[in-house]
């Protein structure tokens, strides 16, 4: 039996269009926070060296301690910095998506809803169950040793958590989710469902979309770049997704994500 050529052509256009205006969008943004990261350990781990072969001002030398001191509390501003310049960056492209995904008919079914009793109930649920999850996942993982922590593991959360319990929450609580979120359900995920399930209907349109749900989550886990956070990244971005999609509100996914990441800092600091 032949082949359909047109089939074939669609899928390897949607292919392109996919890389093209989602995955080097999210590299690029990766990028940008990897390399201001890599850029601020570097500075800081040259930091005693500088700070021993220091002549010049007093004043200098105190700013260095200082920096050395607090280099938690900076390298989370470093973190806030580099992830909202990768939004402003990508702003137009997130903007087309998001506006583009709103405008479905679909989508504008799940906004009214949305707005309903009934509604504002899946939404609360969304937020509550994705903190249940994430603290599940982390029980999981800590218990069973399912993936136990390399010593690259571990110096990140040392590095993440070394800031003070305020800034750790307002980057980590509240800028960071907001600007992956902009990036990967924003970008990524109205993207991919645009892309996937623009041409589709009834059953197959409902695969697509959640196709797009599941890769826009496997690049949120491939973004985070160890393998205890990629899975965890990977499963959570499942349900953020599944919660942006399901009330057709890209706030659900933000307000998913700040309450996951806001639960985990108060729990960090308080043990």
Same mark, same amino acid.
């Given at each position: 039996?032949?082949?359909?050529?047109?089939?074939?052509?669609?899928?390897?256009?949607?292919?392109?269009?996919?890389?093209?205006?989602?995955?080097?969008?999210?590299?690029?943004?990766?990028?940008?926070?990897?390399?201001?990261?890599?850029?601020?350990?570097?500075?800081?781990?040259?930091?005693?060296?500088?700070?021993?072969?220091?002549?010049?001002? $007093? /004043?200098?030398?105190? #700013? =260095? *301690?200082?920096?050395?001191?607090?280099?938690?509390?900076? %390298? !989370?501003?470093? +973190? &806030?910095?580099?992830?909202?310049?990768?939004?402003?960056?990508?702003?137009?492209?997130?903007?087309?998506?998001?506006?583009?995904?709103?405008?479905?008919?679909?989508?504008?079914?799940?906004?009214?809803?949305?707005?309903?009793?009934?509604?504002?109930?899946?939404?609360?649920?969304?937020?509550?169950?994705?903190?249940?999850?994430?603290?599940?996942?982390?029980?999981?993982?800590?218990?069973?040793?399912?993936?136990?922590?390399?010593?690259?593991?571990?110096?990140?959360?040392?590095?993440?958590?070394?800031?003070?319990p305020a800034a750790?929450?307002?980057?980590?609580?509240?800028?960071?989710?907001?600007?992956?979120?902009m990036v990967f359900?924003?970008?990524?995920? $109205? /993207?991919?469902?645009? #892309? =996937? *399930?623009?041409?589709?209907?009834?059953?197959?349109?409902? %695969? !697509?979309?959640? +196709? &797009?749900?599941?890769?826009?989550?496997?690049?949120?886990?491939?973004?985070?770049?160890?393998?205890?956070?990629?899975?965890?990244?990977?499963?959570?971005?499942?349900?953020?997704?599944?919660?942006?999609?399901?009330?057709?509100?890209?706030?659900?996914?933000?307000?998913?994500?700040?309450?996951?990441?806001?639960?985990?800092?108060?729990?960090?600091?308080?043990?």
């Amino acid at each position: 039996m032949m082949r359909n050529p047109f089939s074939d052509s669609r899928n390897r256009a949607v292919l392109q269009m996919a890389v093209q205006n989602v995955v080097l969008p999210v590299l690029l943004f990766t990028l940008i926070v990897d390399a201001a990261l890599s850029c601020y350990d570097l500075g800081i781990s040259m930091l005693p060296v500088i700070m021993s072969q220091n002549s010049g001002p $007093a /004043g200098a030398g105190r #700013f =260095f *301690a200082v920096l050395y001191e607090l280099q938690g509390d900076f %390298r !989370a501003v470093v +973190t &806030a910095a580099a992830q909202l310049f990768g939004v402003y960056i990508l702003r137009k492209r997130i903007a087309l998506n998001l506006n583009l995904f709103r405008e479905d008919e679909q989508i504008r079914r799940r906004t009214a809803f949305s707005a309903t009793a009934a509604g504002i109930a899946r939404t609360a649920f969304y937020i509550a169950s994705a903190v249940v999850i994430s603290v599940l996942l982390n029980a999981l993982f800590s218990v069973t040793g399912l993936l136990p922590s390399s010593a690259a593991d571990m110096q990140t959360m040392e590095i993440m958590y070394a800031a003070s319990p305020a800034a750790a929450a307002a980057v980590f609580g509240f800028v960071s989710p907001f600007a992956e979120e902009m990036v990967f359900r924003g970008l990524a995920l $109205a /993207g991919l469902r645009m #892309f =996937f *399930a623009g041409t589709e209907s009834g059953k197959s349109r409902s %695969r !697509a979309e959640w +196709t &797009a749900v599941l890769f826009s989550a496997l690049l949120f886990g491939l973004y985070h770049l160890n393998p205890v956070q990629m899975l965890y990244a990977f499963l959570m971005g499942i349900w953020i997704g599944a919660g942006m999609v399901r009330t057709g509100k890209f706030s659900t996914a933000v307000m998913m994500h700040m309450a996951v990441n806001l639960v985990s800092v108060f729990l960090t600091y308080r043990a």
